[in-house]
């Protein structure tokens, strides 16, 4: 299976922080990365899909990008509702693999 | 807007099956892959395997010795069976309609194997 590493774990960040996360990938996956965000209680919500493309409904100050092993995940101006859990998840392979998660947090 | 609901059992004796059946509805189960993922504090989401609606299946091999996921397009329904399970089981799980991503997911359920 293709191995998904999130960096950081978590952060804390202030309202209207940009924000960072980072995503690798044990070989190379093209462009088959999603990125989703949960809140507690609630299943994980698609934001990005295909590294960089942003399904209708999703603000547009959420932004992905990267390809092969590198992908950034990068919130321009953090509002409250953004305070969750985001993961990255892999299509590359008949196995969907996710990466660990990273918390932001309010700091 | 499309919806799904899992449904089954919050509590499995250890050795025992899961079943959990996910209904949809707000659009046809017809034409698309559907998934189960769980989740736990330890592993994080694990997808589990996928049908597609004319019955064809895909499993994580980690799983697939215990894993039977079946669809009933009758009822717009897919279920999933876990045997022989373990309080490594213990997770909440999810199921989803699949397609490169993730898009629709259920609102998730936690299953607890325990005696």
């Known amino acids: 299976d293709i191995q998904m590493t999130q960096s950081p774990s978590s952060l804390s960040a202030s309202v209207g922080d940009r924000v960072t996360i980072t995503c690798r990938a044990s070989?190379?996956?093209?462009?088959?990365l999603n990125w989703y965000q949960q809140k507690p209680g609630q299943a994980p919500k698609y934001l990005i899909y295909a590294a960089s493309n942003l399904p209708s409904g999703v603000p547009s100050r959420f932004s992905g990008s990267g390809s092969g092993t590198d992908f950034t995940l990068t919130i321009s101006s953090l509002q409250p509702e953004d305070f969750a859990t985001y993961y990255c998840q892999q299509t590359s392979t008949t196995v969907p693999t996710f990466g660990g998660g990273t918390k932001v947090e309010t700091k | 807007q499309v919806q799904l609901q899992e449904s089954g059992p919050g509590l499995v004796k250890p050795s025992e099956t899961l079943s959990l059946t996910c209904t949809v509805s707000g659009g046809s189960i017809s034409g698309y892959y559907w998934s189960w993922i769980r989740q736990t504090p330890e592993k994080g989401l694990e997808w589990i395997g996928y049908i597609y609606y004319i019955g064809s299946t895909d499993y994580n091999p980690s799983l697939k010795s215990r894993v039977t996921i079946s669809v009933d397009t009758s009822k717009n329904q897919f279920s999933l069976k876990l045997s022989s399970v373990t309080a490594a089981d213990t997770a909440v799980y999810y199921c989803?309609?699949?397609?490169?991503?993730?898009?629709?997911w259920g609102q998730g359920t936690l299953v607890t194997v325990s005696s």
């Open positions: 070989q190379s996956i093209s462009t088959y």
């Open positions: 989803a309609r699949h397609y490169s991503h993730f898009e629709y």
